[in-house]
């Protein structure tokens, strides 16, 4: 399938219902057909990976064509240009967590660029910094725990952004850095402490919501049986 046929395919099989009940998650329903994630995995399953396809579903500006672009992207084709161009174009929650999940935490250099998002002013720039922190830290399980360190201090000073996407993206990734092994949930968890201690209410939030999952018995027992 092309573009277009995919394109066509969407449109048919979108939804109003589903199109106005995005703005229940704070999803702009402009330029989106009302397709469900579940079908958009059916369709990249039987597109596979089509790199030249992703980048024209990119280009489209459509939502659910930009995360079946996320999906049927190849990592290994993604270059430096393409993430900051991308990231420049993230348009929503929803466009940025797809690709940083599916995508971009694939590429070789994703832990280059995300501490260089999460400096931007621009609000969906900087939650992609913080949310592929955070997909780095479920995905790549080759990766030492030093790799993660750095993105600590970007993490506390990144607490303090009012913003509401930014904010959550911050607590995803102390969350996800500090249920990675033992010792990053030791820092995970002083970090935590320390904002939820703090006179600003931005990180006071991201402090506190960091702890209910880094001090939940479940995460504690699967760091034990991992510390055996």
Known sequence: MNRNEVLKW???RGSKRVVLGMARYGLPSDGAFGVPMGTLLKLA????TDHELSLALWASGRYEARLLAALVGDPRRVTRRQ???WAAGFQN???????CFKLFDQ??????KAPRWAKSPREFVKRGGFVLMACLALHDKAAPDARFLPFL???EKGARDERNFVAKGVSWALRAIGGRSPALHKAGVAMAQRLALSPDAASRWVGKDALRELTSPKL???LA???R
Do not use: S, Y
């Open 45 to 48: 399953k039987q597109l596979g």
């Open 220 to 222: 504690r027992a699967r």
């Open 225 to 227: 049986r991992q510390a």
């Open 93 to 99: 929650w929803g466009d940025c967590d797809t690709v």
């Open 107 to 112: 590429v070789p250099f994703a832990f280059e």
């Open 153 to 155: 201090p970007l993490i």
């Open 10 to 12: 969407l449109e048919r």
């Open 83 to 85: 993430m900051d161009a």
